[in-house]
């Protein structure tokens, strides 16, 4: 048997007898417990808007006056790797899932839009498309083009965080969940909660 070989059977072996926890077993450790309440934490539970024109952003900030909530704005991209690990880990993490799913409503930006932007609208000429009016806005308003990037805002689009998260700053659980803390202690602080 070839090394080639050899690592197909291993793969494969790893897959149907559950490789996880194998590795926990060889590295003297007890296989890890998840709770029945990890299990159940889905993006798609998430009050999640997508957004694709300005008039959507408009909304998701009236919707945050209304409910009385701070709006993460979360720039991203429909290609973007970074992003989606981001979500499927920092997002659905035990110590930041309830934050997002009780007390913010989230914005979801695409820069990679494809659709064609209104003739109606007075913009650049070199603007022809949803992605790329969010990636100008990104521009404009951070000094930045990377994805993700979130902002912690209330319902009059101002910023209630010191600084933007992104994957670099804040890759980690501990340090979002941190993030997410001082954005809704700045926005309790302004409605005098």
Known sequence: M???QYLICFITAGTLFGCGEQLDTIEGGQ???VSEDELSYETSDLPIYDIQSQDD???VLSISDDLKK???VHISGYACVSSKYFEDGQWLDPIVYPLLKNQIIIAKIYVDDRTSL???MNLPDSLDTYGEYWMNYEIERYKMVTQPLDDIVNHKNESLVKEIATYRSHGEANLYKLWLEEGLANFK???NE
Do not use: H, R
């Open 2 to 4: 070839n090394l080639k």
């Open 31 to 33: 296989p890890s417990e």
């Open 57 to 59: 952003y408009n909304e």
């Open 70 to 72: 701070p709006v993460l």
């Open 118 to 120: 209104p003739n109606a």
């Open 189 to 191: 602080k302004q409605n």
